[in-house]
């Protein structure tokens, strides 16, 4: 009696347990799927129910077009790593190779090695064959890293498999190929079903290895999200989750009901409902490139231009715009130095000009043709790393400083602030060597393009006394960080802050006394570039005092376009963050590239980082 | 046709596509780790092991031993969660719906890995949804975010369903009759657990524990946005190598010392499994 009871409650509270595990799995989707119908586009505060975000998913080209590439490239991955993985497995199933070690190494290795070690080896194959980076490198790396992934699931099956089935069939004269298809495929398909399945998530969810692999015309949805990440989780990447998930649950409900033997017409709901939501981005205005129609190909940050700002110059010069998006200048060199990408233009930062520029991967610009020019401000022109503006005009401008919440802290005009134990707790440092050692090196009197080991050691030994103090080093979305309350005082890009105080009132950004840094991007040509007359014709368009106020009001970063700036409205024009006043201007310095240092600053950054 | 020769026609697709975007691009990457960064981050090509002895410096290997314990804990604590779930799928609930429960558990994985720990950030933080409910019933807020709890929440709620499923697996094939044995010789249930139904899911438990493992060491999201990057992994190291400092020449050194912790890790793995199936 007394075990049957105990036995009645292990099971009730295995039960219990599995509950809670289940939601534990499901909390974080609830919340993204609530995320998708909130009123509010921050994260932090629930303000009602709405459609919007989805309407709006509908009207974000470059998201819809991410969406589609990541489905042609999971589904072609997908049906090619299956076919190969499966074969695979139903030959090691079927025969003991000899020195098979060397076999089961080249299948598990795959799996073992870290993803951003087989990104770039396969950076340096694509480069050695000079194969053009697009969706075709890309396929080709989702197979090399799925292929593994089917054959160790479908092996799994096959190992538990009754060989004498097979062996049946053999006796009853059938061949190995006829023994293959009519009793051992049909044996093994649920496993061959699970390892699609399988090789379908890692494809769709993969960012590491697409993002070194990727080329024109190849920006998958994960690099689309990554790229977007700086602005926060935006409530339309939301509402493409939560249509991913509802496509694949419908999908797998009609799988599961097939397998369970109901009728086929209650089984096509689910399924055609689900194939209809995957085909919806196809349908919806499909790609639109048109055969011989000329396009220009745009690799750039994102948040940098508008998509109505691109439709006036696809108009004007009746061409396509090609965009792909980025969220490093390393992964942009990486990208040009391999040198089979395929981009007309691109948007390195300052520093990244002059490292292109050394290896001579700029094209040498066409000043004739840039008319325009003449509207920039001289202050901007003519800078060390890249002298007499040769090979790159600027786009954007920034500077490195402190916003903060001032209810909570007062006002803020020095660098100490972030070192301030009053503030222990509720304080975030940029997730940049470059940055946090360079505010350590100005409150030591010294510049930010410092070179010298000693003094990068005392800039270390601040950053080390300031740990304690901090709550995270962000450099993605650092301004949502303090919008949604986490912290008080952020390090951080203006532009991003300028855009948080346009939210909430409460926010205010600071260039310390003591000098910062500031960051200039422009726009250039890289050599090889299939249209460089085109490419030409964009960077003047850009340069047009109203299209160049049209950026800077849609995009909130600072114009270096005098005639531009005189358009904009009074808000934008005189905002402190946009376009800081004159003495503000005189203490900060440009960001330059610091060559060999550059492993000194990553280590020392290492250090701090790893220190407990 | 003979059967080895169908064999080697249905393997060599795979291995040649393999041979041809795996091995020789590593055979790349083993070169570049024995040269060094040239000045503008290309790779100077030399036969020199510095990249080696530098990977083994004191602060790194202190990173690879954060990174070995982040692992083990994130194994160890989804081996406690999946192990009874999987068990309850297996004998507990009726046979119509275990594999609807089963696909319950990877679903959440058809959405992006950021998407999902940004769904988390939302959750943990200090105007979050779970201090928010500890507000509603009158409880103090707690600092969730950015610490190693944290971390340790992301990861295994990332790898948790690689441990389930291998569990499962392997407790579905297990005999039922050895379990009623030891019930009905009067064993107690924790007796039963630790001398019967632990040992007979070995395979599963070493099975998911590599799958867990593995993936875990190369961690480097969950360290970066519920960590608040305050803590270095291998990861993170790595990639910094390759995205940041522009040294491939020491980053590719870094992941080949990782992939032989892997290594060594597997072989580990192979013994319980090895002993299993003597059972």
């Not at chain 1, 097979?166 to 298809?181: H, I, N, S, V």
């Not at chain 2, 083993?30 to 040269?35: C, K, R, V």
């Not at chain 2, 980053?251 to 090895?274: I, M």
Request: net charge neutral; charged share 15%.
């Amino acid at each position: 009696m007394a075990a049957a009871e105990a036995g009645a409650d292990v099971k009730r509270g295995l039960g219990l347990f599995a509950l809670g595990v289940y939601l534990f799995l499901y909390a974080p989707i609830v919340v993204l799927a609530a995320l998708s119908f909130n009123e509010s586009r921050s994260s932090a505060t629930w303000e009602g129910f709405t459609f919007a975000w989805y309407l709006k998913l509908l009207q974000n080209a470059q998201v819809m077009q991410a969406l589609r590439t990541s489905l042609i490239v999971a589904f072609v991955s997908t049906v090619v790593s299956t076919l190969l993985g499966t074969a695979a497995a139903l030959a090691f199933h079927r025969h003991r190779f000899r020195r098979a070690g060397w076999l089961e190494a080249l299948f598990a290795l795959p799996i073992v090695v870290p993803e951003i070690v087989i990104a770039s080896s396969l950076v340096l194959l694509y480069a050695a064959l000079s194969l053009r980076l697009g969706l075709v490198t890309v396929v080709l790396a989702h197979v090399a890293f799925s292929v593994s992934y089917v054959v160790v699931v479908v092996r799994a099956r096959l190992a538990g498999f009754d060989r004498t089935l097979e062996e049946a069939a053999m006796d009853l004269g059938a061949g190995p190929w006829r023994t293959l298809f009519a009793v051992t495929l049909p044996l093994c398909a649920p496993a061959i079903l699970a390892g699609a399945l399988l090789a379908f998530a890692l494809s769709i969810d993969d960012y590491v290895i697409t993002s070194f692999v990727a080329g024109v015309g190849s920006t998958t949805l994960p690099l689309q999200i990554y790229s977007m990440v700086r602005s926060g989780v935006s409530p339309e990447i939301n509402a493409v989750s939560t249509l991913l998930l509802l496509a694949t649950s419908l999908l797998l409900l009609a799988a599961h009901l097939l397998e369970r033997g109901r009728p086929a017409r209650l089984c096509a709901a689910p399924a055609g409902l689900g194939l209809a939501l995957l085909a919806g981005p196809f349908l919806l205005g499909g790609p639109a490139a048109a055969g011989g129609e000329r396009t220009l190909n745009l690799y750039i940050w994102s948040n940098y231009i508008a998509p109505e700002t691109l439709a006036k110059f696809e108009a004007r010069h009746g061409v396509k715009v090609n965009v792909d998006l980025y969220d490093s200048n390393e992964a942009l060199l990486a990208k040009l130095q391999a040198g089979n990408a395929n981009y007309d233009v691109v948007c390195p930062s300052n520093y990244a000009v002059a490292i292109l520029a050394r290896q001579d991967l700029l094209l040498p610009l066409d000043l004739s043709a840039l008319p325009n020019l003449a509207h920039v401000d001289p202050a901007f022109l003519d800078r060390p790393h890249d002298p007499g503006n040769r090979l790159s005009i600027p786009y954007f401008w920034g500077t490195t400083g402190i916003a903060y919440r001032k209810s909570r802290t007062g006002p803020i005009d020095s660098w100490n602030a972030l070192w301030d134990p009053r503030f222990a707790g509720r304080i975030l440092m940029l997730d940049d060597a470059r940055e946090t050692l360079g505010a350590a090196l100005l409150l030591d009197g010294r510049g930010v393009n410092e070179e010298h080991p000693a003094a990068l050691g005392r800039a270390r030994q601040r950053l080390l006394a300031q740990k304690p103090l901090v709550r995270t080093y962000n450099s993605a979305d650092f301004d949502q960080v303090l919008l949604a309350g986490d912290v008080w005082l952020a390090q951080g890009w203006s532009g991003q802050f300028a855009k948080a105080m346009d939210q909430d009132p409460d926010i205010e950004y600071v260039v310390p006394k003591e000098g910062s840094s500031f960051f200039l991007d422009s726009l250039a040509i890289p050599r090889g570039a299939p249209h460089p007359q085109l490419a030409h014709a964009f960077l003047d368009f850009v340069m047009e005092p109203e299209i160049a106020a049209e950026i800077c009001a849609t995009m909130r970063y600072s114009t270096p376009n005098r005639s531009a700036r005189a358009l904009l409205p009074a808000a934008i024009r005189d905002h402190p963050a946009i376009f800081p006043p004159a003495d503000v201007m005189k203490r900060v310095e440009l960001l330059e590239d610091v060559g060999e240092a550059t492993v000194l600053y990553d280590r020392l950054w290492t250090e701090v980082k790893s220190a407990r | 046709m003979s059967a080895r020769r169908q064999a080697l026609l249905l393997l060599a697709p795979a291995a040649l596509t393999l041979l041809v975007l795996f091995a020789v691009p590593q055979a790349l990457m083993f070169e570049a780790s024995l040269g060094r960064r040239s000045a503008y981050g290309g790779i100077v090509h030399e036969w020199s092991l510095a990249n080696y002895a530098r990977a083994l410096e004191p602060l790194y290997l202190g990173i690879f031993a954060r990174s070995v314990g982040l692992a083990a804990l994130t194994t160890a604590l989804c081996l406690a969660l999946a192990w009874p779930v999987a068990w309850w799928i297996a004998f507990r609930v009726p046979q119509r719906h275990k594999s609807a429960l089963l696909v319950l558990l990877v679903l959440p994985f058809w959405t992006s890995f950021l998407v999902r720990m940004y769904a988390w950030i939302v959750l943990l933080r200090t105007e979050g949804v779970i201090n928010a409910a500890l507000a509603a019933v009158g409880l103090p807020a707690f600092d969730l975010l950015y610490n190693d709890l944290a971390v340790l929440i992301g990861q295994v709620y990332g790898e948790l369903p690689f441990m389930a499923l291998p569990l499962y697996a392997s407790m579905e094939k297990l005999d039922r009759r050895l379990l009623e044995a030891a019930a009905d010789l009067g064993a107690s249930p924790l007796r039963r657990l630790r001398e019967v139904a632990l040992p007979l899911t070995l395979p599963g438990i070493a099975a998911g524990g590599v799958l867990v493992f593995i993936p875990s060491l190369g961690a480097y999201l969950a360290p970066d946005l519920l960590g608040g990057a305050k803590g270095v992994y291998v990861g993170n190291l790595v990639q910094a190598q390759f995205a940041v400092a522009r040294d491939a020449p020491f980053g590719a050194a870094l992941s080949f010392v990782l992939a032989l912790l892997v290594l060594v890790a597997v072989a580990a793995a192979r013994r319980p499994l090895a002993a299993a199936r003597a059972l």
